[in-house]
């Protein structure tokens, strides 16, 4: 099952790079919005993240029974995995806020949310909640594939994915600028 998750969260960085850099130029305006291939793409990823969710939960549940049933918690030598495990609970609650919110309203012309204040705090906190998640998970997600000497790719990785996800939080802020200032 790890393995299987392994594959998932690989596939759901690539298309969260693609995703956030669409979606990115989309709300500053370089890109019209309503392609249909990325529309696709993100709805892939909405079941693959349901799915990596699914298998974390389980994961967490046998967690949670192994030290119910020693008796002991290893608080702190585990900080690290309660930090991702809440960062991706976080992360999925800010998904829903987000599906939500640019999701549209249905009819006859396709038709934004309103994105004020709250929408952008709740944008924010989900760029955040998935950099703490991916930043934490990346190193076991390497040597899951058996990549030998990671080291020297994980600050690689880790300063793409932080470049990219920097991108669609200042995105965010552009497109809350652009909506209550510019078209106000």
């Given at each position: 099952?790890r393995?299987?998750?392994a594959?998932i969260?690989?596939?759901?960085?690539?298309?969260?790079?693609?995703?956030?850099?669409?979606?990115?130029?989309q709300?500053?305006?370089?890109?019209?919005?309503?392609n249909?291939?990325?529309?696709?793409?993100?709805r892939?990823?909405?079941?693959l993240?349901?799915?990596?969710?699914?298998?974390?939960?389980?994961?967490?549940?046998?967690?949670?029974?192994?030290?119910?049933k020693?008796?002991?918690?290893?608080?702190?030598?585990?900080?690290?995995?309660w930090?991702?495990?809440?960062?991706?609970?976080?992360?999925?609650?800010?998904?829903?806020?987000?599906?939500?919110?640019?999701?549209?309203?249905?009819?006859?012309?396709?038709?934004?949310?309103?994105?004020?204040?709250?929408?952008?705090?709740?944008?924010l906190?989900?760029?955040?909640?998935?950099?703490?998640?991916?930043?934490?998970?990346?190193?076991?997600?390497?040597?899951?594939?058996?990549?030998?000497g990671?080291?020297?790719?994980?600050?690689?990785?880790?300063?793409?994915?932080?470049?990219?996800?920097?991108?669609?939080?200042?995105?965010?802020?552009?497109?809350?600028?652009?909506?209550?200032?510019?078209?106000r």
């Amino acid at each position: 099952m790890r393995k299987v998750n392994a594959v998932i969260s690989i596939t759901v960085i690539v298309l969260l790079v693609v995703h956030a850099v669409a979606g990115g130029f989309q709300l500053i305006g370089v890109f019209p919005g309503g392609n249909r291939v990325l529309t696709v793409l993100a709805r892939i990823m909405a079941v693959l993240i349901l799915a990596h969710a699914a298998i974390g939960i389980k994961l967490t549940l046998d967690t949670v029974k192994a030290i119910r049933k020693s008796g002991v918690s290893y608080g702190r030598e585990n900080r690290i995995f309660w930090a991702r495990r809440i960062s991706g609970f976080a992360a999925m609650l800010f998904v829903f806020c987000h599906i939500s919110i640019f999701l549209g309203v249905p009819g006859e012309v396709y038709r934004l949310n309103v994105f004020e204040g709250v929408q952008l705090a709740t944008q924010l906190l989900m760029v955040l909640s998935i950099a703490v998640h991916v930043l934490t998970n990346i190193k076991p997600l390497l040597i899951s594939f058996g990549i030998k000497g990671f080291r020297i790719y994980v600050k690689d990785v880790l300063f793409v994915l932080a470049i990219i996800l920097w991108f669609g939080g200042m995105a965010m802020v552009i497109y809350y600028l652009r909506w209550n200032v510019f078209w106000r």
